[in-house]
Each structure stands twice: as structure tokens, then as C-alpha cells.
T-cell receptor, first 115, second 110 residues
Framework: DTGVSQNPRHKITKRGQNVTFRCDPISEHNRLYWYRQTLGQGPEFLTYFQNEAQLEKSRLLSDRFSAERPKGSFSTLEIQRTEQGDSAMYLC?????????????FGPGTRLLVL | GDSVTQMEGPVTLSEEAFLTINCTYTATGYPSLFWYVQYPGEGLQLLLKATKADDKGSNKGFEATYRKETTSFHLEKGSVQVSDSAVYFCARENAGKSTFGDGTTLTVKP
């Protein structure tokens, strides 16, 4: 399967702990996106990368959130000092990144539960 | 800021009925417009898209036309099937940033 993969698929943590999620995009996709989705709502944009450069970051992303894409391939999203309000599905998507209106291919998501 | 508003659900239809799910968007910039679908137990996947005014996206019998004058991108299908039961999301994208609606749950009964 050469789709977008995300690990872990589920994560349960206690409030105050740090968590890190990984996303592996489709090979040779230049753009990588992170979204957060809560029950009954659509995905909310968090940030995106063009290769290794982080080009846009939502105001939703507090200082406790950081994302990296060090070699322009996989990406990590870290949440420090987790809070119960961080409980959500975290989605990753990738696209070729060469034109406007490109299709984004979504991964299965990582479901985070903060106790 | 940018926003997308779509018809609240849930929507329940009988098989072969006509479907319309309304979607309107904020007109800032020159967005591309999308409909994504999420089938039960699966991830989000693109259903159709349109990148400029008056373009029509179509796929699997679904259609949507980019209407700049009404800032709308309504999803339609002439005859729904049970297999179309899913959550449908309208989205706009501009300069790499996407904004999604809250989704409309469609249930099609035999």
C-alpha cells in the first residue's frame, strides 16, 4: 500500500504528558498537511510543509504544538503538556505540491485521548 | 476569516431519490473547491473538485458547479444508492490552506 500512513493509530495519555505522532506521505509528494478533527466537525487546518519548509501555521496551533519535516519526507507532530481539550483525531495529508487545487490524500488519522 | 458553510444533516433519502447538499464559501482570494467523502470506517477521500469559476466537478454520478456569483458549490446526484451513505465535506483551499465545512451525514435507505 503506497498511501499516506500515520502512527500510532490510537494514543491514550494522561494530562501533562507529551505525545508525538508520525506521518509518512505518499512518495515524492512535496506537500504535507496536518489537520485536527473533533467529533461532528470537519478537519481544522493546523499547518503545512512544502518539502522541509513549514509555510503556514494556524493560530489554532498553540506554543505546545510543534511540527517538523526534517528531510522533506516524513513529518512529526508533537504536543507538549497535553490537555483534555487536545483529544481529537489528528489527520495528515499529502499532495504533489506543484499546482493550485491539487488533490490531498489523507491518512487514516491518529486518535488521541487525553485523560 | 475563511469559512465554509454546508447544509446541516443528517439527511435521509430513499434509494433513487435526488440529492442536494448545499455548500457556500467565503470569497476571499481565488479558492479551489472540493467535496470529500468519508465512508463508514474509512478515511477522507476526494469526491470531486473545481479550481475556477463555472467549472463543474463530477465523479461517480455526483456533480458540483463552482458558482462565483452565489459563492456556492452545491453537491448533487440524480439517483442515490445505499452505497452512497457516508459523511460529505465541502472544502475550499487557497495558497495551501484548506477550510472544511462540518460535514453532512447522508443515509440512503433501500
Amino acid at each position: 500500500d503506497t498511501g499516506v500512513s500515520q502512527n500510532p493509530r490510537h494514543k491514550i495519555t494522561k494530562r501533562g504528558q507529551n505525545v508525538t505522532f508520525r506521518c509518512d506521505p505518499i512518495s515524492e509528494h512535496n506537500r504535507l498537511y496536518w489537520y485536527r478533527q473533533t467529533l461532528g466537525q470537519g478537519p481544522e487546518f493546523l499547518t503545512y510543509f512544502q518539502n522541509e519548509a513549514q509555510l503556514e501555521k494556524s493560530r489554532l496551533l498553540s506554543d505546545r504544538f510543534s511540527a517538523e519535516r526534517p528531510k522533506g519526507s516524513f513529518s512529526t507532530l508533537e504536543i507538549q503538556r497535553t490537555e483534555q481539550g487536545d483529544s481529537a483525531m489528528y489527520l495528515c495529508a499529502s499532495s504533489v505540491g506543484l499546482a493550485l487545487g491539487e488533490t490531498q490524500y489523507f491518512g487514516p488519522g491518529t486518535r488521541l485521548l487525553v485523560l | 476569516g475563511d469559512s465554509v458553510t454546508q447544509m446541516e444533516g443528517p439527511v435521509t433519502l430513499s434509494e433513487e431519490a435526488f440529492l442536494t447538499i448545499n455548500c457556500t464559501y467565503t470569497a476571499t482570494g481565488y479558492p479551489s473547491l472540493f467535496w470529500y467523502v468519508q465512508y463508514p470506517g474509512e478515511g477522507l477521500q476526494l469526491l470531486l473538485k473545481a479550481t475556477k469559476a463555472d467549472d463543474k466537478g463530477s465523479n461517480k454520478g455526483f456533480e458540483a458547479t463552482y458558482r462565483k456569483e452565489t459563492t456556492s458549490f452545491h453537491l448533487e446526484k440524480g439517483s442515490v444508492q445505499v452505497s452512497d451513505s457516508a459523511v460529505y465535506f465541502c472544502a475550499r483551499e487557497n495558497a495551501g490552506k484548506s477550510t472544511f465545512g462540518d460535514g453532512t451525514t447522508l443515509t440512503v435507505k433501500p
